[in-house]
């Protein structure tokens, strides 16, 4: 499922929210790639992902923010299905071979991020897509690399490490779920 196909029928639930859906359909509308990182504002893809039997989340440090925050990243040249993506990042990034869609393949959350400049690349905004995503080998988690440390956690824990509103307005959501 494309980008704009997985909006036509995705409802915001906060203002916020529904400013940056709005947001993206107009990008994925207006350009042929709108996962091109040379656009200022692009799409990407990103994954909680959970341990249903225990009710903890997973956690990635990302230094480029300075925060705690889920899984995912950008499209690989030629992939166009959000899900598609946040499944590879999300096992890139963790190392859990059996991660599924959980409870299903919908949206969890559509949030517009800053990012900032690093070197030579300017700061700019990413159109972050995000599902849940379940594991049920918790134990098999691995960073991809040094300093982009995981934890689990309980759902309080993720909501207290979560620095930025919308991740845990995410976190609330995914809440609701386990």
Known sequence: MTVAELLASYRAKTEEEARDVARIRALASSEKDPWSRRLPLHVTASAFVVHPDSGRVLLRWHARQQAWLQVGGH??????EPLGVALREGQEETGLTDLVPW???ALLQVAVVPVPAKGAEPAHEHADLRFVLATGQPDAVRPERPGAELRWLSLPDALAEASEANVREALSRVGQLL
């Open 75 to 80: 499209g690989e040249p030629g992939e166009r």
């Open 103 to 105: 409870p299903g393949e």
